[in-house]
């Protein structure tokens, strides 16, 4: 069972444009959600998190939004740069001590 | 990655071989992982523990066993390799409750199998 489905696999975006990469999830006790970034040959990375309190958090170009009706949120890079170009994973956990739940992650190609 | 070493980096064995992969950290931290990560699959949880000597099995442990015998050290270990177990393994470290950043995970920069 997929605790969070996310989408999509990969995505090719030009240099400037908009990310978007999209997570559902199904437990509604989940009460943290992050984002994770990977490059190539290192591990994940904490890149921004949300608590289900809010429904929008924007750390420089990078912004999530949730919807906790809908069991939903996204990951938004604005002016996407090259440098960008890496493998992003949502995950959600409940608070305290359970393991994070990930998604199958999605490859990010920004050309320019 | 600073604070948590994985070692080997890299191992080609074959099968039925047993492989013990290794994690060390330096951080103190209470909660250590163990993941593997496939194309497809995404990042999945093999096992875990949440003190010395206390683990607990995530959604992928049939194969693996770990140990605790310190702080510092979790060790995965693969009893007799097969070519399924071929794949990128992350360990992770996680401050206990109440702790500043208690949620954020922090990987090492993982250790590659090969299962011939």
């Known amino acids: 069972q997929q605790q969070v489905k996310q989408s999509p696999q990969s995505l090719i975006v030009q240099k400037g444009g908009i990310s978007i990469i999209n997570c559902a999830y199904e437990?509604?006790?989940?009460?943290?959600f992050p984002w994770y970034q990977q490059f190539p040959g290192k591990g994940p990375a904490l890149l921004i998190a949300?608590?289900?309190?809010?429904s929008e958090k924007k750390e420089g170009r990078f912004t999530i939004s949730f919807n906790k009706s809908a069991k939903q949120f996204s990951l938004h890079i604005m002016d996407s740069q090259p440098g960008d170009s890496a493998t992003y994973f949502c995950?959600?956990?409940?608070?305290?001590?359970?393991?994070?739940?990930f998604g199958k992650g999605t490859r990010l190609s920004v050309i320019a | 990655d600073a604070g948590i070493t994985q070692s080997p980096r890299h191992k080609v064995t074959e099968t039925g071989t047993p492989v013990t992969l290794r994690c060390h950290q330096t951080?103190?931290?209470?909660?250590m992982y163990w993941y593997r990560q496939d194309p497809g699959h995404g990042l999945r949880l093999i096992h875990y523990?949440?003190?010395?000597?206390?683990?607990d099995k995530g959604e992928v442990s049939d194969g693996y066993s770990v140990s605790r015998s310190k702080t510092e050290d979790f060790l995965l270990t693969l009893e007799s390799a097969t070519s399924s177990q071929t794949s990128v393994y992350f360990c992770?470290?996680?401050?206990?409750?109440?702790?500043?950043?208690?949620?954020?995970?922090?990987f090492g920069a993982g250790s590659r199998l090969t299962v011939l």
């Open positions: 992770a470290i996680r401050p206990g409750q109440g702790a500043s950043g208690a949620n954020v995970l922090t």
């Open positions: 437990n509604t006790a989940f009460d943290y």
């Open positions: 949300i608590r289900p309190d809010v």
């Open positions: 995950a959600a956990s409940l608070t305290g001590n359970t393991p994070l739940v």
């Open positions: 951080e103190n931290h209470r909660y």
């Open positions: 523990s949440y003190g010395v000597k206390d683990t």
